[in-house]
């Protein structure tokens, strides 16, 4: 649960074209979802499933995060999906229409069966439940503390809407509760929190803007419908060269007061203490990511030795 | 397995393929394809070996090929022989 690991894009490719299939390892995301569901007609679920597995077994030298978005667990085809797909070795699955523990927790006992049946370490593969639905969002916090293998809690506020029976507009105004309570749910368990895609690949001024509300709010990375929105989000999600030369200097002040036997200490007339310095931390992880400071902050600059 | 029924599997956008199965007495295989001076004879031993896998004896097999890997010839093809064999 602890593990940091940078999601800021996790971009969504339809699991029934290879000529996209084909180009997941050369998009910079930091994720991809290959998408069984919403992305595949009905009449071809077999096939892309197939496709699919075809590929994953082909691609062995990864180089990201690859989780499979299979159909809801309640249709005809999400079992399928899983038998299929998972001997294939994908990292995770996104769930969607989570909108239950009990259903999270169907997928992870399904899960456990294929990882004895495939002789696999049992909580290898990950969920990542979508919440997208008024249902879900009420059960959030229940979602989140369903099971060991979700990593974080992904909103999704076109189906989201559609369950409201209201639009979605570019200001975002209707989702703001929904997307606070998927925030709360996550950052109370201790997972990563991810936010919704942004249909219109031709808005970059307005991915942007969603994308910089996102990381307000405390998102760690956002969905992705076009490999063109990878950069705008990498962009939004890497701290800004203040931001980490602030916080170089508050991990070194941090470690003058505790030279000084003291937890607190000034910085620039502003007091420096135990959540000053977490924040620091996430800030320097993040910017090691980005390859903006060449080392990796350890716990004991963040905690201090015991 | 047994070609039951007429099917088809795939797509003709680009890096992918057509498969189409018919029921016959012998096995014939034809293949179209985009790339067929450059890789008909690969397309070809991928094909033979995805139906020697699956035990394919008979029936009539046509590939148009829109210049897909190999990955994707194996999955086309098995997809189309699960169509082809389902009751």
């Given amino acids: ?306 | 397995m047994k070609i039951t029924r007429k099917v088809q599997a795939g797509t003709m956008q680009s890096s992918d393929l057509m498969v189409f199965l018919e029921p016959a007495e012998h096995l014939t295989v034809t293949i179209e394809s985009t790339v067929l001076k450059q890789f008909g004879e690969l397309i070809r031993a991928k094909v033979d070996e995805v139906l020697a896998r699956h035990h394919v004896e008979s029936g009539e097999v046509r590939i148009t090929d829109r210049g897909a890997l190999d990955y994707a010839i194996e999955a086309r093809l098995e997809t189309a022989l699960l169509r082809a064999a389902e009751e």
Avoid at chain 1, 38 to 52: C, G, I, N, W
Wanted: negative net charge.
């Fill in chain 1, 1 to 306: 649960m602890g593990d940091f690991k940078l999601r800021r894009s996790l971009l969504y490719v339809p699991g029934n074209m290879p000529s996209m299939l084909q180009n997941i390892p050369i998009f910079n995301c930091d994720a991809v979802i290959i998408d069984l569901e919403d992305a595949v007609p009905m009449s071809e679920k077999d096939a892309a499933r197939h496709l699919v597995k075809h590929f994953l077994m082909n691609y062995t030298e990864r180089n990201k995060e690859l989780l499979v978005r299979i159909n809801p667990l309640d249709s005809k085809w999400g079992y399928e999906d899983l038998k299929v797909v998972l001997p294939a070795l994908p990292d995770g699955i996104r769930l969607p229409k989570a909108d239950t523990p009990e259903i999270v927790e169907r997928l992870d006992t399904l899960l456990t069966e294929f990882e004895e049946e495939l002789d696999l370490e049992i909580g290898r593969f990950r969920v990542l439940p979508s919440l997208e639905s008024a249902l879900a969002i009420i059960n959030a916090v229940g979602i989140a503390n369903s099971s060991q293998r979700i990593f974080a809690l992904a909103f999704g506020a076109e189906d989201y809407t559609a369950s409201m029976e209201i639009e979605r507009t570019k200001g975002g105004e209707e989702l703001f509760n929904a997307r606070t309570r998927v925030l709360w749910a996550a950052k109370a368990a201790g997972i990563q929190a991810i936010d919704t895609i942004f249909a219109d690949v031709n808005d970059m001024e307005g991915l942007k803007a969603e994308t910089e509300l996102a990381k307000r709010l405390g998102y760690t990375g956002k969905c992705l419908v076009n490999p063109r929105q990878i950069e705008v989000v990498h962009d939004v999600f890497a701290p800004k060269k203040e931001e980490v030369d602030y916080a170089l200097q508050v991990i070194e002040a941090i470690q003058r007061a505790r030279a000084l036997g003291t937890g607190v200490i000034s910085l620039k007339g502003k007091m420096v203490d135990a959540p000053v310095v977490k924040r620091a931390a996430r800030v320097l992880r993040t910017a090691y990511a980005h390859g903006m400071v060449d080392t990796l902050i350890d716990e004991e600059a963040i905690h201090g030795a015991q």
